[in-house]
């Protein structure tokens, strides 16, 4: 290559990289103006085009590139790629902090709570007392805890108002006739044959309308359709609200796909909506205001606007209603409302309880749904909703029900693409169910016993049992119950339920087991300290199991008998287990038992066990009918020896009457 020619493919090099620069330099400006106008998507897009144009040593513009692409995701709520957009810009060393403080509300929003506390904490390091830093902070630490309080609540998607892939959020009824809802959507729609569909700079989407429905003679909801009257424009119509007699409604409009945003109201006449007017609520008309929320009484209106004095973010203000009708001046809801953070989707609720979502008061993530109630000396006080109202999405914009215990909220969880849905909500029934089965003592259903059940609240039923046993009863909240298993032929047992103070639904089980009233029965865990009759502790549990059965009994007289092995002397072993059986009797007349409803019998060695089927299923050396005499036991194996022995050494009771005071 000569010199010229060298010189000349440096000067094209030059040139093209001037060019280059100057292209990226004019796109960026482009971007900028669609970002400060609020037009996020386009904005975005304008961003990544610029980015291509930039040159690899430019990494202080491609770190900024990428922090305003996330910027943008996080306006329109694009969790997922808004982090994505942070992290790059992070690896590009953006300089400002707030890459962090920002990337960790994404992370927050999306329930990654450990990489969430990461990057709060990081940002504190360089500002350590920002509020809306240290509340996410505690909020993400205390994740767990906060998941452990739920509501008695159930949540559905409500498949009537959700489109398949769009948005559709804000449903209000119209004013108490809970037959007919208002909501937004921007699903696709034709406002004139043959017109295209209009989208949004902020969101890329189309643009957000209003739509209705009612229910019809069937009482299901129709489908639902764009409203008719002046409101859908090429512009955005959302968040709304409706006077109380549902003549009146205001909504939120955003003309020009930009954030700019304004109030509007709408009388209705003649079931015909009249053309909205804007409301002047700040004499600064250029101030935006959005997300209208009216008191009961009409004479109050809640709103969101970035207005100058606020607190941060998106404040909720109100504004009283003038003689004139004129809305009086502005006033900010406050501090204990509003934070640094966003404060939105204002709705009134029954007996006018304000209800809102914020990020910025201590939370699950994103936007939560607060309740907001104002004391006698005008202080606000602050509730979160908790789950299933709450989750780290988004979550906003709830209405009720006539009945105040069902409704509807908007919230974008479970969703793959940034979008919202409409879900229903309801009051979950406290259901108490009591389960059991009715046995004898050794653990055989007993299919013709009755349970016995009587409440405080004047309840007195007698439940039969099925084949198996089983038997199945729904208790009344707020209920002390005393029950009582029964089978002809075999002895009561009683057991106790109380549904007093539950606040969730639950699910009771409880066994009946009934010993025979004409078999010895014997009683499997009483211990003896060695070669002495003297109870142990563990015989306890046992021995009030007999106590129990007594009181449950009252008419009933036993024999309580004792028996040993072979080992040692007839005589000794007579002693011993007279004894034995006396120490279980005292143990029972201790524990208020009536002493002449009390046989005490030491069989020592003279009434070895006979096998039966339980016996031989569970030791495969033995037959049914085997007598575990000393002579049969000789001919066993050494650890068969031991076991055989220790059936012998056993505590019995039988039932000698079922008279006892009766006659």
Same mark, same amino acid.
């Given at each position: ?27 960026? $400006? ?17 961003? $990544? ?38 992290? @790059? ?12 403080? +920002? ?8 329930? !990654? ?66 037959? *007919? ?76 796909? &930009? ?5 509007? $109201? ?119 909703? *908790? ?9 906003? &914009? ?67 049992? $099925? ?12 209920? !002390? ?10 002895? !009561? ?14 699910? #009771?089980?409880?066994? #009946? ?20 009759? +003297? ?21 009933? *007289? ?12 007839? @005589? ?92």
């Amino acid at each position: 290559m000569n010199k010229h020619t060298l010189v000349y493919s440096l000067a094209l090099c030059l040139l093209a990289c001037m060019l280059m620069g100057c292209s990226a330099t004019r796109k960026l $400006k482009k971007a900028d103006a669609k970002y400060e106008n609020g037009a996020y998507y386009a904005a975005v897009e304008e961003y $990544k085009k610029a980015k291509k144009k930039l040159r690899p040593s430019q990494k202080p513009i491609r770190a900024e590139v990428n922090y305003k692409i996330g910027e943008c995701y996080r306006h329109i709520a694009n969790w997922p790629k808004a982090t994505r957009a942070y992290n @790059q810009a992070i690896k590009d060393k953006y300089a400002d902090p707030m890459v962090y403080l +920002n990337s960790a509300q994404c992370l927050h929003a999306q329930g !990654n709570y450990p990489a969430a506390i990461n990057h709060y904490t990081l940002y504190l390091e360089s500002d350590a007392k920002n509020e809306l830093a240290l509340q996410g902070l505690e909020s993400a630490q205390k994740s767990a805890e906060l998941a452990i309080y739920r509501q008695r609540y159930t949540v559905r998607l409500a498949p009537v108002f959700n489109s398949r892939s769009n948005s559709d959020f804000g449903l209000h009824f119209m004013g108490s006739d809970t037959s *007919t809802v208002v909501f937004t959507t921007n699903r696709s729609m034709l406002k004139k044959k043959n017109s295209k569909s209009y989208f949004s700079q902020v969101t890329g989407s189309t643009h957000f309308n209003l739509y209705t429905t009612k229910k019809n003679k069937s009482n299901k909801w129709d489908k639902p359709a764009a409203m008719e009257g002046n409101f859908n424009t090429t512009g955005d119509e959302g968040a709304l609200c409706f006077s109380a007699d549902g003549k009146t409604m205001y909504f939120t409009r955003c003309a020009g796909g &930009s954030r700019a945003a304004e109030i509007l $109201k709408s009388e209705r006449s003649g079931g015909e909506w009249k053309e909205p007017v804007p409301q002047q609520l700040f004499v600064d008309s250029t101030i935006t205001v959005a997300h209208p929320a009216l008191s009961i009484s009409g004479d109050t209106l809640f709103f969101v606007s970035d207005a100058p004095k606020g607190f941060g973010g998106k404040d909720i203000w109100m504004a009283m209603k003038l003689r004139d009708g004129k809305w009086g001046i502005p006033e900010n809801l406050g501090s204990a409302v509003n934070t640094s953070g966003d404060e939105m989707f204002p709705t009134i609720g029954p007996k006018g309880v304000l209800y809102f979502s914020s990020n910025g008061h201590l939370g699950y993530g994103g936007l939560d749904i607060y309740k907001a109630k104002r004391d006698t000396a005008g202080n606000w006080h602050i509730e979160n909703l *908790t789950q299933p109202f709450n989750s780290s999405a988004d979550d906003f &914009s709830i209405v009720f029900d006539a009945d105040k215990d069902a409704g509807y909220f908007s919230s974008s969880r479970g969703q793959k693409r940034a979008v919202d849905k409409i879900y229903r909500f309801q009051k979950t029934e406290q259901v108490y169910v009591l389960k059991g089965r009715v046995v004898d003592e050794r653990g055989r259903a007993l299919p013709d016993a009755i349970v016995k059940i009587v409440g405080n609240d004047g309840t007195n039923l007698k439940q039969p049992t $099925k084949r198996d046993g089983s038997f199945m009863v729904k208790l009344n909240k707020n209920t !002390n119950y005393v029950m009582l298993g029964t089978c002809r032929g075999f002895l !009561n047992s009683s057991a106790n339920v109380s549904t007093v103070g539950l606040e969730e639904s639950q699910e #009771f089980q409880r066994t #009946f087991k009934l010993p025979s009233v004409n078999k010895s029965i014997k009683m499997d865990h009483i211990y003896y300290e060695f070669a002495k009759w +003297n109870l142990t502790k563990e015989s306890e549990e046992e021995l009030n199991g007999l106590v129990k059965l007594m009181k449950d009994n009252p008419h009933i *007289t036993i024999e309580i008998s004792a028996h040993t092995d072979s080992v040692g002397s007839d @005589q000794s072993n007579m002693i011993l287990s007279q004894k034995r059986a006396q120490s279980v009797v005292n143990y029972l007349i201790k524990a208020g038992i009536e002493a002449d409803r009390l046989t005490p019998v030491g069989y020592g060695e003279s009434k070895p066990v006979v096998v039966d089927a339980e016996t031989a299923k569970e030791y495969k050396w033995l037959k049914v009918g085997d007598v575990l005499t000393p002579e049969f036991i000789e001919e066993l194996e050494a650890d068969e020896q031991q076991i055989a022995n220790q059936m012998n050494r056993r505590t019995e009771f039988r039932v000698l009457r079922t008279t006892y005071n009766l006659y």
